[in-house]
Structure formats: C-alpha cells, structure tokens
C-alpha cells in the first residue's frame, strides 16, 4: 500500500486555493493509501512569528483538516514538532547534503529577496521538508507545480545517502494533481492565490462568511469579451473561475462552458457563489463541531504517537547507517 505525507504551515487564513489544490486530495487519498498529514510548525518558525498566534494557528489547522472530511481513523493527523524526529532527521540530512544545492532552490531566493537579515532555517528550510518526507518511507507526495523542486531535492539526498550508506530511504514520487492544482487570485488571475497577499480581495478564506465571499466573486476580474470560455493564456480570469466552480461542483469545465454560453459572467458568478456557500457551509458547520480543545488534543496526541513509532525506526535506521552508537 503506498504511503502519502503532506503538511501545511499554520501562518495566515487557510483559502479555498489550500482546500481545493491540497486539503481535498488529501481527504480522497486517504481512502487509497497510508496517509500522513501534518501541520508542519517547524516551518512556520523559519520567519518570526507571534508564539500565541502560532500556537492557536496550529491547532486551527489541524481542525480544519478534520472538517474538510480528513478522517482520524484512516488518516495520521498530527503538529511536526509532536514528533521531534522531524527535527533530529532534518539536522542528520543537513550533514549529507551540499550548500549547491540549497543555493538553486527558488523558494528560498524569492522568499528572502528585499530582507536585510534571514534567519538560517529559511535557507535550511529545504532539508527538514526532504526529512519529513523521508521520514516515513513516503511513497507520494500530494503537491502542486511550485513544490516539484523540493520533491526532486528530497530524491537527490535521498539518493545520495543510499549510494554511500547502503539502502535506506525510500524515493517518493510527486504527486501532482492534474487539474486546478493553482488556484489563482481573484485580483489578478495571473498569479497564484496567497493567504498573505496584501489584498483581502485576492483570496477566499475557507472559513469565511458567505456575504463577505460573495462580493470578492462579484468582484472578480475577468475581461472585456463577456464570453464564457476556457482559455488561461487569454481569459485568466474566466478560465480561474471555471477551474473553482468545476472543483468545487464536480462538473467538467466543457459541461459549465456549454451551460453558460451566450450568458454573462454575471449568472457564472453567482451560481458560484451558490456553490461555495453549499459546500464551505458543510466545512463551517464541523469546523464549529470539533471546538472542543480537549478532544482536537486527544486526537493529535494519539496520532503522534502513531507517527512518532514509524519515525523512531527510520531514524534508528539512518543512525545505524551513518555509526552514530545507539545504546
């Protein structure tokens, strides 16, 4: 049975580009494979955060994964520092891999542009991603295009340290969804939709209020023509709204396009909008289930605990390997 790890970083409002490009996947491979999903903390700490707000982020994140359908039972729910060999693999790969190789990823070279000052663990970032991965001989990686670099850095360590030290990891695959892995912002469809683009209006909060949604789709920029067709070169701003109407209804985009032709964006709006309050209303209304803290702490504990039996044996495995004495 293969084996899925993915995590999401508790900083900002989760948006409908979270939900419909990962946290869905998720939910759907849950039924297929031996599936771990983690609020990934360790990374969120790479930029300064306000430790009350992270703290509250982080759980948050894990309820809304149980909200949008990921099961317990099926499912490995946990926070990455729940399990501190996150943190002790990331520093063992750190010693087998090359600054090279950390200088080419993109990531990193956007996110530190314009700063004065960056911490070291936004260059070494990278390296605990490949060690989360690793971590528990990962067979698919569920990630969109802009993640792709990771993946292949996770192989190379990993191919690397099975070259000197003897076969230890497994080398995952990326698994990268084939329709509407980006969700585009609504202002400028061009480019990815962001929880932290300074403009509210660029994005939907999966946990937002309707009336509040409602007027960003409204708003949404599309084009002049006031035809209905899919074209992301030419109509960006249609083509995004079609790709979240289609993920959302579980209708083809060619279906939605015959539907609406010789209509305006205006009824392709507001039969969306209709959607998303369906569907978000259904997350919402769990979402408000699970507020329990006593209970969402009860099934992270135990869901670590569950990670952490897999994680223990694949980094004895790596000590073994590298001749750290274990006693």
Not at 53 to 72: F, H, N, T, W
């Amino acid at each position: 049975m293969k084996r899925v790890f993915s995590g999401v970083q508790p900083s900002g409002n989760l948006t409908i580009g979270n939900y419909l490009g990962a946290i869905k996947q998720f939910v759907e491979m849950q039924n297929e494979a031996n599936a771990l999903y983690c609020v990934v903390d360790l990374h969120a700490i790479t930029v300064p955060q306000d430790p009350a707000e992270l703290r509250k982020r982080s759980r948050e994140i894990a309820q809304l994964y149980l909200a949008c359908g990921v099961d317990p039972d099926k499912a490995t729910v946990f926070i990455q520092s729940h399990v501190k060999e996150h943190a002790e693999l990331g520093w063992l790969l750190q010693c087998a891999s090359y600054m090279g190789e950390l200088n080419r990823m993109t990531q990193y070279k956007d996110k530190s542009e314009g700063k004065q000052s960056v911490q070291v663990g936004l260059y070494t970032y990278p390296v605990l991603m490949a060690a989360d991965i690793l971590l528990y001989d990962t067979t698919h990686v569920p990630v969109g295009d802009d993640q792709k670099q990771h993946i292949e850095l996770t192989r190379d360590i990993a191919t690397r340290f099975n070259g000197r030290f003897g076969d230890t990891f497994v080398l995952p695959e990326p698994h990268i969804q084939e329709f509407g892995a980006r969700i585009m912002a609504l202002d400028e469809p061009t480019k990815k939709m962001s929880k932290s683009a300074e403009n509210e209006g660029s994005r939907i909060a999966i946990l937002e209020d309707p009336a509040v949604f409602k007027k960003k789709i409204m708003r949404a920029v599309t084009d002049t023509e006031n035809e209905i067709r899919f074209d992301e070169d030419n109509k960006p701003g249609v083509s995004n709204l079609l790709t979240i109407y289609s993920l959302f209804a579980g209708v083809g985009v060619d279906e939605l396009v015959a539907r609406y032709q010789g209509q305006g964006y205006g009824n392709l709006k507001k039969d969306l909008v209709e959607v998303m309050t369906d569907q978000l209303g259904t997350i919402q209304k769990r979402y408000s289930e699970l507020s329990d803290p006593a209970e969402l702490d009860k099934i992270l504990a135990a869901s670590a605990e569950r990670a952490r039996t897999i994680a223990e044996q694949t980094v004895n495995r790596v000590k073994d390997a590298m001749g750290l004495v274990r006693l």
